[in-house]
């Protein structure tokens, strides 16, 4: 059986939560695609530990963990994290394995994702510089490095120096930078050569056979549906199908094999980096949400930019992703506020828009129509039963459910993992 869970707004919704909750009931949890851009957090006996490439269900000994073809894999990051979760005690021998058919980032990815950003000037997207987009443009463009280029030297230094060819004259020539040396690169990305080749399967048939035997598989996506490269806020979005659809590509499954799909939503809405975002609040409310919220990048470090929640993303991302189950996150956060809105409509130029506009100049100049409900002042970080839920947080929670048009399976009022309310 394949679960796959998604992010249903911009990101950060507490994905990792969620999968490390869901994590003991599966066999396999599988990163489908992103990379070290990902930052997900799960807060285990008060410790924090949060994971970049490597699945967030891991702290269970019994679940493997799998970063499929999809993924794009940084052997530096990818080592760091590996000896930096090591030290905080968790062990991954035979229990983590990279797709061969996944694609390397290498130096001169993230140094092009950053001074191509900075060169948007005012246009910048704000990426994470983990250099995501240039590894997925090398991708489809055909000169790309896998896992399996990088494990036969030959292979390797052949394939670098094709694809740094142009790269060098945009550097020099362009962006007057300095050079990338393919001789540089080959000599200190050996030492990862027989590492990385303990780590590679492949994945696909992996999954597949484990499938066939009855074995159940949970699909971590990362990112959210928003920074979906085509249904995203485009060009404010990532580089990668963070949508359900992509657990198949990003995995080498069938749509057949999926069982059941999980969207995960904040009680609001944020968003790092550059885009639109027509429920973000400003001033002192803002500030409000994100110090409470903790609401800082688990992988950049910046300050997230907060909102209401927006009924009319989620309602597409249902669609979208064809969510069975909603999870909402952090409603512990709205603990304390006399009002709560949730963003229930659009107008634009006076007239109701009727779904999420893929068009970004529509989605930039909306209006958004709000319901205002009574907040609540109880704390409900300890609450376990939904009938302990607040009057008004319960009314929330429903009233997201109504406009939404899906039942919500669960809700998390804290970061630990036992901090869950199911319903
Ligand atoms: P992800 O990228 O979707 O995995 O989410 P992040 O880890 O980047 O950000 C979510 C943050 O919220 C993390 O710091 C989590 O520990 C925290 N978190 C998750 N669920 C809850 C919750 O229900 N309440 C609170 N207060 N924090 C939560
Ligand atoms: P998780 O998995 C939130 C955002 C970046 C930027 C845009 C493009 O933790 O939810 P990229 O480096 O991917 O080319 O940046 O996407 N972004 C995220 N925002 N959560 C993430 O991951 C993100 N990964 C990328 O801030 O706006
Ligand atoms: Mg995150």
Known sequence: MVTVVVGMQWGDEGKGKIIDTLAPQHDIVARYQGGANAGHTVVYNNQKFVFHLIPS??????????????????PVSFFQELTSLEELGINFKNRLFVAKNAHLTLPYHKILDQIEDNKRGKDKLGTTGRGIGTTYTDKYGRIGVRV???????????????????????????????????????????????????FAIDVSAYINEALDTGKNVLAEGAQGTFLDIDFGTYPYVTASNPISGGACTGLGISPKRINKIIGVAKAYTTRVGMGPFPTEIEGDLNERLRTV????????????????????I???????NGIDELIITKLDVLSGLKKVKIGARYLYEGAVVKEYPLDTEIFENVEVEYEELEGWNESINQVSKFSQLPKNAKRYIERIEELVGIKIAAVSVGSSREQIVKR
């Open 148 to 198: 399996v280029d990088f494990l036969n030297e030959e292979v390797f230094s052949r394939k670098l120096k094709v694809a740094l060819e142009l790269k060098n004259y945009l550097f020099e020539q362009y962006y007057k930078e300095s050079i990338v040396k393919a001789e540089q690169i080959i000599e200190e990305y050996s030492k990862f050569r027989m590492r990385l080749k303990e």
């Open 293 to 312: 919220g903790n609401e800082f990048g688990a992988t950049t470090g910046r300050p997230r930019r907060c909102g209401w929640f927006d009924a009319v």
């Open 57 to 74: 269900g891991l702290l269970h000994k019994n679940v493997v963990g799998v970063l499929g073809n999809g993924v794009v894999i940084d």
């Open 314 to 320: 989620v309602k597409y991302a249902v669609r979208l």
